[in-house]
């Protein structure tokens, strides 16, 4: 007897297999982000207290349903409303785009000639050049940005070859530069990468057939190649500034006291503060502010998954 999903020639997956096979994703989600994420909500909406843990209200269990109603009663949006009248929060949040937002510019112009010269070389060198671009992800994120610090340093690296070569010395450590400099450095394969491997796939010949219609290299870089590695520079963008916009160990080490960035607010709030609510609350609007990049992100991955 035939089965329900049996077609002439090949068998096609039952659904039941199917629906199967999607469940330890979804259960992956809910456990390691969905839980979490609920976990954060419910304290943002608690309110300080000197115990511990640092927050109030907790569910009576002993109280029945009378005590998750007097939990639920307890709940307000305190934490939230402190976040609005402090200005800390706020130029934290604004000085978290700046950073993110300067940064991604920064990486796109220096990684988008990055790739494309890693695209046009040939396929033997291109292996040697993309190995170098991830070369730096066999050492420690923590370690790497130590490294920065022995180089910035008054007496490290950079003064040492400035005063070499006779120039004064320069002073960038626990500065915005630094944090920029940083970031751009930490997240450069994230933007060279996805420009790479749209620039490396187009076909030579659109080129070729711009010349042969009058454009010049420029002209032809700019109404072919450009517009065509567009889902590109959205993906290298996208992935650079949602993660930069959270970062914590950059800002912290290189950057001065002076630099605000929300990852560094979160972790004062928690650990130096404990003022778990704020903080919880903080990480609620940074999540908020990184939804709509995200959804973006995810539109255009699938769209260069259809278009492969």
Same mark, same amino acid.
């Given at each position: 007897?035939?089965?329900?999903?049996?077609?002439?020639?090949?068998?096609?997956?039952?659904?039941?297999?199917?629906?199967?096979?999607?469940?330890?994703?979804?259960?992956?989600?809910?456990?390691?982000?969905?839980?979490?994420?609920?976990?954060? /909500?419910?304290?943002?909406?608690?309110?300080?207290?000197?115990?511990?843990?640092?927050? /109030?209200?907790?569910?009576?269990?002993?109280?029945?349903?009378?005590?998750?109603?007097?939990?639920?009663?307890?709940?307000?949006?305190?934490?939230?409303?402190?976040?609005?009248?402090?200005?800390?929060?706020?130029?934290?949040?604004?000085?978290?785009?700046?950073?993110?937002?300067?940064?991604?510019?920064?990486?796109?112009?220096?990684?988008?000639?990055?790739?494309?010269?890693?695209?046009?070389?040939?396929?033997?060198?291109?292996?040697?050049?993309?190995?170098?671009?991830?070369?730096?992800?066999?050492?420690?994120?923590?370690?790497?940005?130590?490294?920065?610090?022995?180089?910035?340093?008054?007496?490290?690296?950079?003064?040492?070859?400035?005063?070499?070569?006779?120039?004064?010395?320069?002073?960038?450590?626990?500065?915005?530069?630094?944090?920029?400099?940083?970031?751009?450095?930490?997240?450069?394969?994230?933007?060279?990468?996805?420009?790479?491997?749209?620039?490396?796939?187009?076909?030579?010949?659109?080129?070729?057939?711009?010349?042969?219609?009058?454009?010049?290299?420029?002209?032809?870089?700019?109404?072919?190649?450009?517009?065509?590695?567009?889902?590109?520079?959205?993906?290298?963008?996208?992935?650079?500034?949602?993660?930069?916009?959270?970062?914590?160990?950059?800002?912290?080490?290189?950057?001065?006291?002076?630099?605000?960035?929300?990852?560094?607010?979160?972790?004062?709030?928690?650990?130096?503060?404990?003022?778990?609510?704020?903080?919880?609350?903080?990480?609620?609007?940074?999540?908020?502010?990184?939804?709509?990049?995200?959804?973006?992100?995810?539109?255009?991955?699938?769209?260069?998954?259809?278009?492969?």
């Amino acid at each position: 007897m035939r089965r329900p999903w049996m077609r002439l020639g090949r068998p096609r997956v039952p659904p039941t297999w199917e629906a199967r096979a999607a469940l330890p994703p979804f259960l992956w989600l809910a456990l390691f982000f969905l839980i979490p994420f609920v976990l954060v /909500a419910k304290l943002s909406l608690s309110d300080v207290v000197l115990a511990i843990p640092p927050y /109030a209200p907790k569910i009576d269990w002993s109280a029945g349903l009378a005590g998750l109603v007097a939990f639920v009663r307890g709940l307000d949006f305190e934490a939230y409303a402190r976040m609005g009248h402090d200005g800390l929060y706020v130029a934290a949040y604004l000085s978290s785009l700046k950073f993110a937002a300067v940064s991604t510019l920064i990486l796109l112009l220096v990684g988008y000639p990055l790739a494309y010269g890693m695209a046009r070389c040939p396929p033997s060198v291109r292996q040697a050049l993309l190995m170098a671009v991830i070369l730096p992800f066999w050492t420690s994120f923590l370690i790497r940005v130590y490294a920065w610090i022995a180089i910035l340093k008054p007496e490290g690296l950079l003064n040492a070859a400035l005063a070499a070569i006779g120039l004064p010395a320069v002073n960038l450590l626990n500065t915005d530069g630094a944090v920029y400099l940083g970031l751009v450095y930490a997240y450069l394969p994230f933007m060279v990468l996805p420009l790479y491997a749209v620039l490396e796939r187009q076909d030579a010949s659109l080129l070729e057939a711009a010349g042969d219609l009058g454009c010049t290299p420029i002209q032809a870089f700019w109404r072919v190649t450009f517009p065509l590695s567009l889902p590109g520079v959205l993906a290298g963008s996208l992935l650079c500034f949602i993660p930069m916009v959270g970062e914590f160990v950059i800002p912290d080490l290189l950057g001065g006291s002076g630099t605000l960035m929300l990852g560094k607010t979160i972790w004062t709030e928690f650990f130096a503060n404990r003022d778990w609510p704020t903080a919880s609350a903080v990480a609620i609007v940074l999540l908020a502010t990184l939804v709509l990049p995200i959804v973006l992100f995810q539109h255009q991955q699938t769209k260069m998954m259809e278009t492969r």
